[in-house]
């Protein structure tokens, strides 16, 4: 086996065993109620749950087991003269616990280079659809056309031990993410640059090759995209993605048919989705009112009409977090350092600064401060990547580091097939003694 496969099978052993106990000792504790309003409004706030890659407080925002955003700036290993973390670094703390050495990063890029092959015929799916349809229904249809190539697949209907699903979901899952940029990128050159591909470069890191196969080579891109990669990740395990992907896999779908629900998640305007939304706001907002760089009296006035129009303003609010976001702040100061004079980058900066107020004004938003796409597409824009369409892309191929990550926890400690109950509203109101 692999050093970081064999390092996890003995943290996978040792938390199975814990998990193990902690039910006997435990199980029958209540650690939480549940209300009506609860299962009708989404289910926020239910733990129903355990994903032991990341942890949401409402207030601090996202933690990767225990280490904010900016730790993860300051500890996370970075390519030779890079100022970002490399998002290998990030999947082993997710999968292992433990922050990696460069080297331990190094031999992860080397390892995802060198399972990075994407056969033809996924090229060849890609390319039977319109190049209309949209970067995310293509990027999904790739990933399930690459499920021919699961090994948990073929394994299972051979006949395999339940305490070996781990080991297929575990070489799935590492080769499925070597190979998203490479998928993502040929999506993206089809698209947008007339088919003209760019073969990939296996001496770099796994976001600085995507980087490349998109057709990038300033630096500060590369650093963005590390970033980007970095923070996108994971958001625990409620959300729509992980959450999709977490389901679809516990019924012993393999992780391409996982992720592929988990993109199809992500996809979503409310999820997603937003960060292509945002951007289409903004320029929107530009264009209506003749100028680049609108006043913030203007923007406020924007704002109120997207609100009275029966509109959300994408990039704020969120089901859990009730701050600004600390992956929208990771972006402002990269924002800061790199492109303060961009108009854009100006504009999202001044939405932040009247936003709150008036959704906070409301009463109704329960959080009215940025979430982690408000941000983001003015930076691809200032680099170049103008093609706001293809942004969740990029969101989905960060994100599968973490839902994978989960995955592979996910049947090594032998988790179930989910099903949660189900109510109609007769039964429910029996429930409550309703009328
Ligand atoms: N603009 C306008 N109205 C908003 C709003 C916003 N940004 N955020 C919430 N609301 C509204 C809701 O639509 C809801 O209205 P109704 O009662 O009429 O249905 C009300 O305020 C209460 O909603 P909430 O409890 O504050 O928020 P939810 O937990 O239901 O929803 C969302 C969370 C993120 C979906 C929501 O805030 C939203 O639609 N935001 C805009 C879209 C967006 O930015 N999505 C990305 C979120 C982060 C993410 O997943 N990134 O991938």
Redesign the pocket.
Known sequence: MGVIKDAFKVKAETLAAEIKTLIAEHGDKKIGEITLAQVY??M?GMIGLVTETSLLDANDGIRFRGFSIPELREKLPRAEGGIEPLPEGLFHLMLLGEIPTKDEVDHLSATWARRSHVPNYVFDVIEALPVSTHPMTQFSVAILALQKESLFAKAYSEGISKKDYWDYIYEDSMNLIARLPRVAAYIYRRKYKGGDHIQPNGMLDWAGNFAHMMGYDDKRFYALLRLYMTI?AD?EGG???AHATHLVGSALSDPYLALSAGING?AG???????Q??IRWIEEMQQELGTELPSKEQISQYIKD??AAG???????????RQT?PRFTAQMEFGKKHCPDSPLVQCVWNVYEVAPDI?GA?G?????WP????HSGALLKYFGLVEEDFYTVL?GVSRSLGVLASLCWDRALGFPIERPKSITTEYAKELVGAK
């Open positions: 409004q989404g926020r996108h958001h959300n729509v993605s992500l305007p409310l999820h997603g989705l937003a960060n939304e945002v997207t609100l509109k959300v303003v994408p990039g704020y609010g969120h089901a859990v977090l976001d959704l409301t109704k938003i329960k959080n009215p979430n982690v796409d408000a969101f």
